[in-house]
């Protein structure tokens, strides 16, 4: 059974919303055609779609396979997770990743939003 991980990384990794994952991922993969193929297919497709299905079973071989890459994955993982916390009505927003446009983060709105 592959873990929960996993699946967040690859979610992850195929939003693009954690390049120092997406290049340690790429790094590891370089020598290997296939599992390259599996992380392009990823890109930019759905946490619950076949493709990153396929990479997130692809992560785990090569995790099992290669414990310093297990490692340094966690490590990677560990080191880009933000623990938000707020109280009774409060609010937390985060924007991470490489975008393009306006990004509003609010609570509460009352009317329009023009940029």
């Known amino acids: 059974m592959i873990e929960p991980f996993f699946g967040s990384v690859a979610a992850a990794i195929a939003g ?15 020598d290997d055609p ?3 193929a599996v992380l ?3 890109a930019d497709s759905s946490a ?13 071989d090569a995790a099992d396979h290669d414990p310093e890459f297990a490692t340094r ?3 990677t ?3 880009v997770q933000v623990d938000q916390q707020s109280g009774p009505g409060g609010v937390n927003n985060q ?3 490489q975008f393009s446009g306006n ?3 609010a609570r509460d709105i009352h009317g329009d939003i023009r940029f």
């Open 48 to 60: 619950d779609s076949p493709e990153v299905d396929r990479l997130r079973a692809r992560l785990h």
């Open 34 to 36: 296939t599992a390259t």
């Open 16 to 30: 693009r919303g954690v390049m120092a994952l997406y290049r340690l991922v790429k790094e590891q993969f370089a």
């Open 77 to 79: 993982w560990e080191s």
């Open 73 to 75: 994955l966690r490590e």
């Open 40 to 42: 392009e297919a990823a």
């Open 95 to 97: 924007t991470t990743g």
């Open 103 to 105: 990004v509003v983060q």
